[in-house]
């Protein structure tokens, strides 16, 4: 038995993986991902997969917010070398009650730079996108920013999982190429 971003599974057989995702709160964009003979999964092409516990119909608590990370961007798509873009993060309130307000933090390159962006309530269903201006844009090279919602943890949520995709959010993106 192993663990990969916190989903239980385990082998049955030659060819066959089980993924265990009892537990696993609701989310509107969960998928599985599989590359043939990918260094780090080596699973060869026709392995089966199999998904446990998974139930797509089920709703999100209705009595709780959930603020998750929908998409994000860079705009423009590809920024050349010191041209002013802007990074933004689209975040969706998942859950059946509104989230009240709260703050998102976004870190450039491992804390390089960083900003906080204040969020007001969102209610049910309702996206925002949070957007952080880079008005002399960033050196060539590769980049990457995460977005931290609720980092203050103001909202109590159905899920405060800290994993890319609920409360974190990530951009990567090039410069100059």
Not at 49 to 55: D, T
Not at 107 to 136: C, K, R, Y
Request: glycine share 10%.
């Amino acid at each position: 038995m192993s663990s990969a971003a916190g989903v239980q599974h385990s082998s049955l057989k030659k060819g066959q993986l089980v993924v265990d995702l009892s537990g696993v709160p609701f989310s509107t964009w969960f998928g599985v991902s599989i590359v043939p003979n990918d260094i780090g999964c080596g699973l060869p092409v026709g392995h089966e997969v199999l998904l446990k516990g998974v139930n797509p119909m089920l709703p999100p608590q209705p009595n709780l917010p959930n603020l998750q990370a929908v998409d994000g961007w860079v705009n423009p798509s590809f920024p050349a070398d010191q041209e002013a873009f802007t990074a933004v993060c689209r975040v969706q309130n998942t859950g059946g009650k509104p989230s009240g307000p709260f703050v998102a933090h976004m870190a450039l390159d491992n804390e390089a730079q960083s900003v906080d962006v204040s969020v007001p309530s969102l209610a049910p269903g309702l996206a925002v996108d949070l957007t952080w201006p880079f008005n002399t844009g960033l050196p060539h090279g590769d980049h990457f920013v995460y977005t931290y919602r609720d980092q203050k943890n103001a909202v109590k949520e159905l899920s405060k999982s800290w994993v890319v995709g609920d409360n974190v959010g990530y951009v990567g993106f090039m410069i100059g190429f």
